[in-house]
């Protein structure tokens, strides 16, 4: 089987920088992706790691560790429109994937 | 302008009938997958086609069927089996078998069952 742990809530200041963890244990592992999802809508894809280390786009970064079984999303010069759900998801069978239950990140002024 | 659609965008049905959400896209995608969200959790997978004619029960798959007869179209049906079906419903797909494949989601439709 598969499960994800991540924190339910994170609460940063706009401008700051934030670290959402993401935990895993799985039976099989090919990668691991992140999601933003905005209330009441769909989720859209931000980052994937198949290898260890640091995927940087933008104002967005993701690292993952497999021997730890561990990642991390970071988020840096945060916007209020960065308040949002955080999910990490991980590939652990060919097209079978396992979503943790979401970060919910609050950005204040 | 590729993407997935999902139809109706809120649905209500009483209890005891069968109902089936509507998902199609476009984007020639191999792989569809039905997640279901329910308030302040993540999504759980319901069901997964990696190609027509194909399908694999996800997580939670007991009183849920689907159907994969068109590349374009994975609907789902919610049976009268499913104990608790009111939730939001998700449709996804993902280009395959690219294993860093990312998932592209449907706007979602809410099922409210009284």
């Known amino acids: 089987g598969q499960s994800l742990e991540q924190p339910s809530e994170v609460t940063a200041v706009e401008g700051a920088i934030v670290q959402i963890n993401c935990t895993y244990q799985t039976s099989g592992f090919y990668g691991l992706s992140w999601y933003q999802q905005h209330d009441g809508g769909a989720p859209t894809f931000l980052s994937y790691n198949g290898l260890d280390g640091l995927e940087e786009t933008g104002r967005f970064s993701s690292f993952l560790s497999r021997s730890d079984s561990y990642g991390y999303l970071l988020l840096q010069e945060l916007q209020m429109k960065d308040s949002a759900s955080y999910f990490c998801a991980v590939r652990g069978g060919y097209q079978k994937v396992t979503f943790g239950i979401g970060t919910k990140l609050q950005v204040i002024p | 302008d590729g993407g997935i659609t999902q139809s109706p965008k809120y649905l209500f049905r009483k209890e005891g009938q069968n109902v089936t959400l509507s998902c199609e896209q476009n984007?020639?995608?191999?792989?569809m997958y039905w997640y279901r969200q329910d308030p302040g959790q993540g999504l759980r997978l319901i069901y997964y086609s990696q190609i027509v004619n194909d399908f694999q029960k996800g997580d939670i798959a007991e009183g849920y069927s689907v159907s994969r007869e068109k590349k374009e179209s994975f609907p789902l049906t919610v049976t009268s089996a499913q104990k608790n079906p009111t939730a939001f419903y998700l449709c996804?797909?993902?280009?395959?078998?690219?294993?860093?494949?990312?998932?592209?989601f449907g706007p979602g439709t809410r099922l409210t069952v009284t």
């Open positions: 996804a797909s993902s280009m395959s078998p690219d294993r860093r494949s990312e998932q592209y």
């Open positions: 984007l020639n995608h191999d792989a």
